[in-house]
């Protein structure tokens, strides 16, 4: 049964509306996925089909498209930003906000927006602070294999890389990587349903679509002189089938 939905989310960060701005409408491939920048004005074409409806750099902007590509469960998407200067614009405030119409398993689907957008906003604001000024050099997003959707998937993720259950957010850590490789990161984010993992060179994303009734998921944001997409999905997709016992 079709049902509007609405997720807010404000924060402070230590970057300048400029930064904030140009991460949202250009740089969307260092926290998110590529995106297609926007046509800067209203009226212009935005990412996946939708519609400028408001600009007003850099405060200001908001896309909306009624027909969502790709997403059967959901006919309406508007995403909203507003964005204020803070300590004589050295830092910024931040309201996001969400809305649209789900048109199908409600509430399992609001539930799982809702939680993506806290871990969406987190990487938003550590690719402001710890990436500031370097452009993402490559981006790659995949699922696991279907063994991954099994209720205690994720908790497998996390031994498999070394962490202990009870490893918090904040923890300096050397976590298995692919081919046993340790690598040296920071746990940026932790609950039941993602971890972050950060590293001197990338933002690694580890997503527990499991308790939604899908795959595992990854994404590695990777800022590193000559990095490349296909290597570290490869690498990493690679890693994620192993830890399923998958070829």
Same mark, same amino acid.
């Given at each position: 049964?079709?049902?509007?939905?609405?997720?807010?989310?404000?924060?402070?960060?230590?970057?300048?509306?400029?930064?904030?701005?140009?991460?949202?409408?250009?740089?969307?491939?260092?926290?998110?996925?590529?995106?297609?920048?926007?046509?800067?004005?209203?009226?212009?074409?935005?990412?996946?089909?939708?519609?400028?409806?408001?600009?007003?750099?850099?405060?200001?902007?908001?896309?909306?498209?009624?027909?969502?590509?790709?997403?059967?469960?959901?006919? &309406?998407?508007?995403?909203?930003?507003?964005?204020?200067? !803070?300590?004589? /614009? %050295?830092?910024? *405030?931040?309201?996001? $906000?969400?809305?649209?119409?789900?048109?199908?398993?409600?509430?399992?689907?609001?539930?799982?927006?809702?939680?993506?957008?806290?871990?969406?906003?987190?990487?938003?604001?550590?690719?402001?602070?710890?990436?500031?000024?370097?452009?993402?050099?490559?981006?790659?997003?995949?699922?696991?294999?279907?063994?991954?959707?099994?209720?205690?998937?994720?908790?497998?993720?996390?031994?498999?890389?070394?962490?202990?259950?009870?490893?918090?957010?904040?923890?300096?850590?050397?976590?298995?990587?692919?081919?046993?490789?340790?690598?040296?990161?920071?746990?940026?984010?932790?609950?039941?349903?993602? &971890?972050?993992?950060?590293?001197?060179?990338?933002?690694? !994303?580890?997503? /527990? %679509?499991?308790? *939604?009734?899908?795959? $595992?998921?990854?994404?590695?944001?990777?800022?590193?002189?000559?990095?490349?997409?296909?290597?570290?999905?490869?690498?990493?997709?690679?890693?994620?089938?192993?830890?399923?016992?998958?070829?």
């Amino acid at each position: 049964m079709s049902k509007e939905f609405e997720i807010v989310g404000e924060f402070e960060v230590d970057a300048t509306p400029q930064e904030v701005w140009e991460a949202v409408t250009a740089g969307t491939g260092g926290w998110l996925w590529p995106m297609e920048a926007p046509e800067p004005r209203v009226g212009g074409k935005g990412p996946f089909g939708s519609e400028v409806t408001a600009w007003d750099p850099p405060h200001h902007y908001t896309n909306r498209v009624e027909d969502v590509e790709g997403i059967s469960e959901q006919t &309406l998407n508007q995403l909203d930003y507003t964005i204020e200067p !803070r300590d004589e /614009g %050295r830092r910024a *405030w931040v309201r996001y $906000v969400h809305s649209g119409i789900f048109v199908d398993d409600w509430d399992n689907q609001y539930d799982g927006a809702n939680r993506h957008t806290e871990f969406y906003l987190h990487t938003l604001r550590q690719y402001l602070t710890r990436f500031r000024g370097r452009p993402v050099t490559a981006f790659a997003t995949f699922d696991g294999p279907e063994a991954s959707k099994a209720p205690d998937a994720f908790v497998t993720v996390g031994r498999a890389l070394g962490l202990a259950d009870d490893t918090e957010e904040g923890a300096s850590v050397q976590v298995r990587g692919p081919k046993g490789q340790l690598l040296d990161a920071v746990v940026d984010f932790r609950n039941p349903y993602f &971890l972050g993992l950060r590293t001197d060179d990338a933002l690694i !994303r580890f997503f /527990g %679509r499991n308790h *939604w009734g899908y795959m $595992v998921g990854m994404s590695v944001h990777d800022f590193a002189p000559g990095a490349d997409a296909a290597a570290d999905e490869e690498m990493w997709k690679g890693w994620l089938n192993g830890v399923f016992s998958q070829p």
